[in-house]
Nanobody, 121 residues
Framework: QLVQSGGGLVQAGGSLRLSCAADRRTFSSYSMGWFRQAPGKEREFVGFISWSGDKTLYADSVKGRVTISRDNDKNTVSLQMNDLKPEDTAVYYC????????????????WGQGTQVTVSS
């Protein structure tokens, strides 16, 4: 089970940090991804961090503005978002995929409940 926290309403140019906590002892075997879904749009890849934490991959749309980090001792992963834009408004989801990360949502095994991020202009 993945439980998300964070999110909310922020003005353009602001920052938010989303967190995702896992209750699995095998958390460190899973790569963790972040996805988002805006109203009327398909779920979109934001980025992932490898199971070991030594590799990250970000979508071009957020590259340079977001950072994914993880703490395998605490079974948590975070998404730090800076310089937010109105087009970043979406429901954000964390997801877990065994071992190797991916940008494909269909390859993830577990999902968080989603959290709303709204960026006002």
């Amino acid at each position: 089970q993945l439980v998300q926290s964070g999110g909310g309403l922020v003005q353009a140019g602001g920052s938010l940090r989303l967190s995702c906590a896992a209750d699995r002892r095998t958390f460190s075997s899973y790569s963790m991804g972040w996805f988002r879904q805006a109203p009327g749009k398909e779920r979109e890849f934001v980025g992932f961090i490898s199971w070991s934490g030594d590799k990250t991959l970000y979508a071009d749309s957020v590259k340079g503005r977001v950072t994914i980090s993880r703490d395998n001792d605490k079974n948590t992963v975070s998404l730090q978002m800076n310089d937010l834009k109105p087009e970043d408004t979406a429901v954000y989801y964390c997801a877990a995929k065994y071992y190797k990360g991916s940008s494909a949502a269909t390859e993830y095994d577990y999902w968080g409940q989603g959290t709303q991020v709204t960026v006002s202009s």
